[in-house]
């Protein structure tokens, strides 16, 4: 337990000194917070306008989407505040700056991943939790032990898995250096397609959000079990509750393409 406490100091020690520095300018932090705010306003807002105008999309109506919206919201948000910084890997890369983290006695991953940590982040999982407990509200949820059960597996999963995606990215830049709106599409565009019910999905989409980067396991899916609602095709109802295990895969993807880039890694020929 000492020990653990040891290697952990350094990382604590920088990421003290990341959140004194952002907070040491308050009116620059206060308005990064307020911007981020408004981002996820206008984000909740249009599903807010999608859903509003119609009964329903792909047999799911704006109270359910509204907790489909939560729950996607505050995992990205959580694992964005983590995570989000593995973006920075293809600076580091093309600058052979990255060298400079094999020079230190700690794990790569590690050192990227306590790098940083971006607190205006926090305001996108504020409006995350506001929207999971409006969503739980307004819908009729059949409370029970297994309900709770499933909401914390879809809400520790749904962190865990968008964090496995930025790991993912960030192991595929060593190959593609300059390649990070290839790997965007997948990150960002998969939490868009995680605020959004699958059943509207065409059969490839289902294949690469629901399966490979399983976005559909963040929220939708667990929301279609918790209030039993009908799956659409290839997703049974009881999906929901596999939450856990696409997490596991998503890892495994992830930790195993981190794995192989670094030994792809030659240095940055400085």
């Known amino acids: 337990m000492v020990d653990l406490a040891a290697r952990a100091a350094p990382y604590r020690a920088v990421l003290a000194s990341r959140i004194r520095a952002q907070r040491s300018y308050r009116s620059s932090f206060r308005i990064d917070l307020l911007g981020s705010l408004l981002v996820g306003l206008v984000e909740l807002g249009e599903v807010w306008v999608v859903f509003g105008a119609v009964d329903g999309i792909g047999g799911v109506d704006l109270s359910a989407i509204v907790l489909v919206f939560g729950?996607?919201?505050?995992?990205?948000?959580?694992?964005?505040?983590?995570?989000?910084h593995c973006d920075t890997l293809p600076t580091y890369l093309r600058a052979?700056?990255?060298?400079?983290?094999?020079?230190?006695?700690?794990?790569?991953?590690?050192?990227?991943?306590?790098?940083?940590?971006?607190?205006?982040?926090?305001?996108?999982?504020?409006?995350?939790?506001?929207?999971l407990a409006v969503g739980l509200a307004?819908?009729?949820?059949?409370?029970?032990?297994?309900?709770?059960?499933?909401?914390?597996?879809?809400?520790?999963?749904?962190?865990?898995?968008?964090?496995?995606?930025?790991?993912?990215?960030?192991?595929?830049?060593?190959?593609l250096i300059d390649g990070a709106e290839a790997t965007n599409a997948f990150v960002y565009g998969g939490r868009y397609?995680?605020?959004?019910?699958?059943?509207?999905?065409?059969?490839?989409?289902?294949?690469?959000?629901?399966?490979?980067?399983p976005m559909a396991f963040t929220a939708y899916l667990p929301v279609v079990t918790l209030l039993g609602l009908p799956g659409p095709e290839w997703m049974p109802g009881w999906l929901g509750?596999?939450?856990?295990?696409?997490?596991?895969?998503?890892?495994?993807?992830?930790?195993?393409?981190?794995?192989?880039?670094?030994?792809?890694?030659?240095?940055?020929g400085g």
């Open 71 to 84: 729950l996607a919201e505050l995992g990205y948000s959580l694992a964005d505040l983590a995570f989000g």
């Open 96 to 131: 052979g700056t990255l060298d400079v983290f094999y020079l230190r006695p700690q794990p790569l991953l590690l050192q990227l991943v306590t790098s940083d940590i971006t607190l205006r982040r926090l305001a996108r999982a504020a409006i995350g939790v506001v929207a």
């Open 138 to 175: 307004i819908n009729d949820v059949p409370w029970s032990p297994a309900a709770v059960v499933l909401l914390a597996l879809a809400a520790v999963s749904g962190i865990a898995t968008f964090a496995a995606m930025f790991v993912w990215a960030a192991g595929a830049q060593f190959y």
């Open 193 to 213: 397609a995680a605020t959004q019910p699958a059943a509207v999905w065409g059969r490839p989409l289902k294949m690469v959000f629901g399966f490979f980067f």
């Open 241 to 268: 509750w596999c939450a856990p295990l696409a997490a596991l895969w998503i890892w495994a993807l992830a930790l195993l393409t981190w794995r192989a880039g670094v030994r792809h890694y030659q240095g940055g």
